[in-house]
Every structure is written in structure tokens, then in C-alpha cells.
């Protein structure tokens, strides 16, 4: 027999303490959202060193309302306090916080957040009926969202770094090819390409309302026309090997029925096609996701808030969730769709893996 545990009074602070940090995540995370919705942060980069008045005469908004933010910002230690009223943004905190085209933008994270936690009142339903919610649940914020977190990176790296580390693939965009993103929510990375490529026809295709609507205003303000979003629901990608470079950025997972998206890509492509799956750096066993990811318990949870409540909101839903899809996975469900070559790149992402499929 065993000794009952005992309780630990400094055991029991520290765990209290633990838990109140996540409280204190969530509020400061909505202080974030604040901050990026109101223009806070760019104002506070462009202005240097200011007081709560000087910030609030520059953003047009309330002094008593700027100053508790600020003070919240300063005791989350994402701005500076100089003293004497004064606040700053650092270097770092401003391409982070201010910059949406830098790389290092996290602010767009952050973006719907309201419409992620008001899904919370929907999914103790989920948990009873096992059914999820699909994307369009966020509303057409929740598409903007996805394209703000995920578009700095697409920006940045995916035409000079991705494109040219694949076998063949950018004379062929150069010459004039076929190319699909599928999964292609506001269309950023399509976008990224087709100005880049413009001999070359892409299409985009996705089943969000939301996301196709951004990607059409995305297309308009772009000015591009070599560009077509079509609704997969009702318009699925061609069985026809007409597709020279299938794309697919972070929805694998996200998918009901990810096997049958495999197989049609494959009758998409041209025998001499090229698939490249971007898609999170998972691990093959939750044991190494727990100990090797450093963001795990965001990663699960927002697999429960929608990746893997979207993978579930059809019935027989797949239901991989964010961390479901790793490389093993990926090998096994790629040969099982008819594809013959699998080849994992090292692009220093730091959420994403990049594989290239080819049949
Ligand atoms: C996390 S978002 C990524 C969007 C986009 N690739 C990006 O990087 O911004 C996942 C997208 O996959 C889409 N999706 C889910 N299942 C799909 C399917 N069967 N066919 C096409 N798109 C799908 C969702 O609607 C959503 O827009």
C-alpha cells in the first residue's frame, strides 16, 4: 500500500500561481488585439518615447483608456516604461507588434481572437455530439485573422525561398504553367506567386465563404488577373492531370476528409507534377509533441478552438487536429493517394514543415 499524497502548501502556491498565468495570458492577449484593432502600436512605434496624453492625442482616443493600457503593456513587458509617464516601443517589439510586413509580425495572431473564444459558448455542444465547426464559423473576421497570422511568413519567403528549392518547378512557372492552391483561404500565397509568375494560371480553391470573399478583395486590391478562387464545394479541382504545382498551406489537417483531397490532387497533377504540403512541424507521437514543442498546450488548443474542430465538422471527419498531420503521416497517406516521391525541406519556418509530393 501506498501513502495517500499528501498536500503541499508551496506545491499548492506555485500551481495557483501556474494557472493565474494563463489567466493573465488570455486578458493580456485581448490588451494585444486592443492594441493592433486601435493602431496602437504603430503609433507608439512612429511617435518614440511618449505619455499616455501624447499617445492619446496622437490615436484620437481617450487619455484615462490609453494609460491603463499602457500600464497593462508595461507590466506584460511588450512596451517599455522610461519613467516620468513615458512609454516605449523597443526595435524588436515594433516589427512584432507594428510591422504587418515583417516576418516577425505576430500581432495578425491575434486578430480574432473575439470570434476564437466566442466559439467557446458552441463547443461544450461539440464535445457531447463529437461534431465540430467549420472555418466559416469565425465569420468573415476569422478569415482575416487566418490570412494576418499566416501571410508575413508567405510574404517574405515562399516565391525567393520555397519555389526555387523545388525540383523544376520555377522554369516551368516562368515559362507559363497550371498551378492550384487548395486550402487557399484569402488566397495571400496565390497571390504572392501569380504576381510573380505572370505567364503562368492559378487557382485557388477552398470551401469557406469567408475566406473566398477576402480572397476575392484580396485579387481586386492586388490588381492581378491571373488569378481564379473557385468554391471546391461546388466547382473541385479537375480530374484531368492538368496541374503542373498543386500547393497547400496549413489545412491538411484542418481537413474532413484529407485521404480523398490526397487522391484528388493526384488525378489534378500532371505525371510530372510537383505537390508541395506545407504544414505544422508535428511530431509523430503526442509524447514528443509534449516534450519538444514549446508552444504544445496552444497548439492543442487551438487544434480544440479549430483546426481539429474544423477536421470534425463533417460527419466521419478525419479529425487530425494541429499537431495530427507529421512527416511519417504525411509518407504513408501521400503513397496510399497514388504519389511516388517524398521529399522533406528545412526552410528554418518555425511553425511549418515543407514537403514536396510528386507522383
Ligand atoms: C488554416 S486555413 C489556411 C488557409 C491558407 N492556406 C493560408 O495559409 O492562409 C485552412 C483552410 O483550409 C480550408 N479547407 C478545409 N477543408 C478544405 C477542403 N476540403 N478543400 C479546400 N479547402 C479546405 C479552410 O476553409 C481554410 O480556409
Given at each position: ?12 502556491k506555485?500551481?495557483v500561481?501556474?494557472v493565474y498565468?494563463f ?13 493592433d ?5 504603430q ?16 490615436t484620437?482616443?481617450h ?23 513615458r512609454?516605449a516601443l523597443?526595435v524588436?517589439?515594433?516589427?512584432v507588434?507594428a ?8 500581432a ?10 466566442a466559439?467557446l459558448?458552441r463547443?461544450?455542444e461539440?464535445f ?6 467549420p ?5 468573415p473576421e476569422?478569415a ?7 501571410a508575413?511568413?508567405?510574404?517574405t519567403f ?9 525540383d523544376?518547378?520555377v522554369?516551368?512557372?516562368e515559362?507559363?504553367?497550371?498551378v492550384?492552391?487548395?486550402g ?15 505567364r ?8 469557406s ?8 478583395a484580396?485579387?481586386a ?7 481564379t478562387?473557385?468554391?471546391a ?5 479537375p480530374a484531368?492531370?492538368r496541374?503542373?504545382?498543386?500547393t497547400s498551406?496549413?489545412c491538411?489537417h ?7 483531397v490526397?487522391r484528388?490532387?493526384r ?21 514528443e ?6 508552444v504544445v498546450?496552444?497548439?492543442y488548443?487551438?487544434?480544440?478552438l479549430s483546426?481539429m474542430s474544423?477536421?470534425l465538422?463533417e ?11 507529421s ?8 503513397a ?9 525541406h528545412h526552410?528554418?519556418?518555425p511553425v511549418?514543415?515543407?514537403?514536396e509530393?510528386?507522383?
Amino acid at each position: 500500500m501506498t501513502d495517500p499524497p499528501t498536500l503541499d502548501m508551496d506545491r499548492l502556491k506555485e500551481f495557483v500561481e501556474h494557472v493565474y498565468g494563463f489567466l493573465e495570458g488570455g486578458v493580456v492577449s485581448g490588451m494585444i488585439y486592443l492594441g493592433d484593432r486601435l493602431g496602437l502600436y504603430q503609433a507608439l512605434r512612429d511617435a518614440g518615447p511618449v505619455t499616455s496624453e501624447q499617445l492619446a492625442q496622437r490615436t484620437g482616443l481617450h487619455e484615462r483608456w490609453v494609460r491603463e493600457w499602457l500600464r497593462c503593456q508595461a507590466g506584460a513587458k511588450l512596451v517599455a516604461y522610461l519613467g516620468d509617464g513615458r512609454f516605449a516601443l523597443s526595435v524588436e517589439a515594433g516589427l512584432v507588434l507594428a510591422e504587418e510586413n515583417s516576418p516577425a509580425f505576430a500581432a495578425g495572431g491575434f486578430h480574432s481572437l473575439p470570434q476564437q473564444f466566442a466559439v467557446l459558448e458552441r463547443l461544450p455542444e461539440a464535445f457531447k455530439t463529437g461534431r465540430g465547426l467549420p472555418y466559416d464559423a469565425f465569420g468573415p473576421e476569422g478569415a482575416v485573422g487566418i490570412e494576418r497570422f499566416l501571410a508575413p511568413w508567405f510574404r517574405t519567403f515562399l516565391v525567393p525561398l520555397v519555389l526555387p528549392a523545388l525540383d523544376g518547378v520555377v522554369p516551368k512557372l516562368e515559362r507559363g504553367a497550371q498551378v492550384a492552391d487548395v486550402g487557399c483561404g484569402a488566397g495571400v500565397a496565390l497571390l504572392e506567386m501569380a504576381r510573380a509568375y505572370p505567364r503562368s494560371a492559378f487557382h485557388g480553391y477552398d470551401i469557406s465563404v469567408h475566406a473566398l470573399e477576402r480572397a476575392a478583395a484580396n485579387q481586386a486590391a492586388a490588381g492581378v488577373s491571373n488569378v481564379t478562387f473557385h468554391d471546391a464545394r461546388h466547382d473541385p479541382l479537375p480530374a484531368d492531370g492538368r496541374f503542373d504545382l498543386v500547393t497547400s498551406f496549413d489545412c491538411i489537417h484542418d481537413m474532413t476528409h484529407p485521404d480523398a483531397v490526397m487522391r484528388a490532387v493526384r488525378q489534378a497533377l500532371k505525371a510530372d507534377g510537383t505537390w508541395v504540403i506545407a504544414d505544422i512541424n508535428a511530431k509523430p507521437t503526442f509524447e514528443e509533441n509534449l516534450e519538444r514543442n514549446p508552444v504544445v498546450a496552444m497548439m492543442y488548443g487551438m487544434s480544440v478552438l479549430s483546426c481539429m474542430s474544423s477536421a470534425l465538422s463533417e460527419p466521419g471527419g478525419a479529425g487530425l487536429g494541429t499537431l495530427g498531420f507529421s512527416e511519417p503521416l504525411a509518407r504513408e497517406m501521400t503513397a496510399a493517394a497514388g504519389f511516388t516521391r517524398f521529399r522533406r525541406h528545412h526552410f528554418d519556418n518555425p511553425v511549418n514543415a515543407y514537403y514536396e509530393v510528386r507522383p
